[in-house]
């Protein structure tokens, strides 16, 4: 597809996927919320569940939730579904866009050939519909709860691990928030809206409210409250190379999604439990620890080559022959790759000064992350790294 409509159409698809994602996990706060707020009424109405007060915009809310009859039904009744859809379907069209899209850069892993576009995608498209398939089955089963947890994480880990296998760091993390917001509204498609048009139905003809089709609403709607934060961790991660191109980002990935999911823990216990915030600043910061000791043990082996390389001078004409080689194809205005330039954001290496101002970012792509060349389809050499390294180390200097 030609780059600039390819540009415009992401534009459109982000705007909408993020506007719709501010509404969905923002109503569903706001109920969860109303809902762990709500105190008994004075009258003692044995279909009241409770009520809340509430000021904003200038008046006062109050509002009661209640064990509906066909009587107290109103004519018109609001409830929620296109936010959840709409959220799924402009991400998936992001999805595309982005990670289907420029041969597959941003998904696929350099470091395994045998996985070509097509096998990919498929693969990309397999953790979607197989990990909803799998994940709803568990949750069907007349098993403990418990069990099926322990299952649900054991498989999580399973796919974080696998994801940072088969795709890039990148394309891993992307890929696991997307089978985990899958969930998301695969739970509002399936089930939620589902049982709620039964009881709607029932209620219609006379019956009266069930209450084990709200029960299995509501188990899933809970399950979607504490996917949430992981979720939006995961759609946030391209902006953190550093974490996507460790050798252990599956493991990272984990121990953020696992911190973030007992922070929202918290939240959700805070009305009932006061310790919740210094809890939730204990959790941030065993994470924090875990995460540097990772980075920690992992790195010795890349400090010592740094220092290695550092003696040997590298002149200005050796780095811009690499750079012009192994970059220009697609960070120039005038690049030979031009399916990329939608992504590139004007970091371009024309000129000699402009590789100069993005020096340090060029290091660390190049050499620290190895995240540049992306996919490393300009086949560069690690010699070829080590020199761009010590031309940025020894003052990154242009003559
Ligand atoms: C196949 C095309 C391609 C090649 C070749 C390529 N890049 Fe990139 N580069 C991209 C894309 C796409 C982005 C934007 C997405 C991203 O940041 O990952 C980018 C972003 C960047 C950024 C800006 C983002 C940041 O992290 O600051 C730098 C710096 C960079 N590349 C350096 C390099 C260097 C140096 C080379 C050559 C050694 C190189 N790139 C080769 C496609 C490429």
Not at 1 to 6: A, F, W, Y
């Amino acid at each position: 597809m030609e780059t600039h409509v390819v540009e415009w159409l992401g534009l459109l698809a982000r705007w909408v996927h993020i506007i719709a994602a501010i509404m969905w996990i923002g109503n569903s706060m706001l109920y969860n919320w109303m809902e762990r707020n709500l105190r008994p009424g004075k009258e003692g109405d044995p279909n009241k569940f409770g009520e809340l007060w509430m000021l904003h915009g200038g008046g006062f809310f109050k509002l009661e939730k209640f064990r509906a009859h066909a009587d107290t039904l109103p004519k018109q009744l609001f409830w929620f579904k296109w936010q959840s859809y709409t959220t799924w379907l402009s991400g998936f069209a992001l999805l595309i866009l982005v990670y289907f899209q420029s041969s597959g850069a941003f998904l696929l892993n350099p470091l395994r050939p045998e996985i070509t576009y097509p096998i990919g995608v498929s693969i990309a498209l397999g953790f979607l519909v197989f990990g909803w398939l799998i994940y709803d089955s568990l949750w069907r089963l007349p098993l403990n709860q418990g069990v099926k947890l322990t299952a649900s994480l054991i498989l999580l880990i399973a796919a974080a691990w696998g994801a940072s296998e088969l795709f890039s760091g990148r394309g891993a993390y992307l890929m696991l928030g997307a089978m985990l917001a899958t969930f998301m509204s695969g739970n509002v498609f399936f089930h939620i809206i589902p049982s709620q048009k039964k009881m709607m139905a029932t209620l219609e003809h006379g019956g009266e409210q069930d209450m084990s089709l709200s029960k299995r609403a509501k188990q899933r709607s809970i399950q979607n409250n504490y996917i949430t934060f992981p979720v939006i961790l995961t759609m946030l991660s391209n902006h953190y190379g550093m974490l996507y191109s460790h050798p252990f980002n599956w493991v990272i990935l984990l121990v953020l999604m696992f911190m973030s999911a007992l922070i929202r823990h918290f939240m959700n216990i805070r009305f009932q439990w006061k310790p919740w915030f210094a809890a939730s600043a204990a959790t941030m910061a065993a994470a924090a620890v875990i995460i540097f000791g990772i980075f920690h043990f992992t790195n010795q082996k890349a400090a010592a080559g740094e220092t290695a390389g550092l003696g040997e001078p590298v002149e200005f004409v050796q780095a811009w022959a690499i750079v012009q080689s192994r970059c220009l194809p697609c960070h120039s205005t005038t690049p030979s790759r031009p399916e990329f330039s939608a992504l590139i954001q004007g970091v371009h290496f024309d000129k000699p000064e402009e590789l100069k101002a993005y020096a340090d970012r060029v290091k660390v792509r190049v050499v620290t992350q190895e995240s540049m060349p992306l996919a490393n389809i300009t086949a560069m050499t690690p010699e070829e790294r080590a020199i761009i390294g010590r031309w940025v180390d020894q003052g990154a200097k242009l003559n």
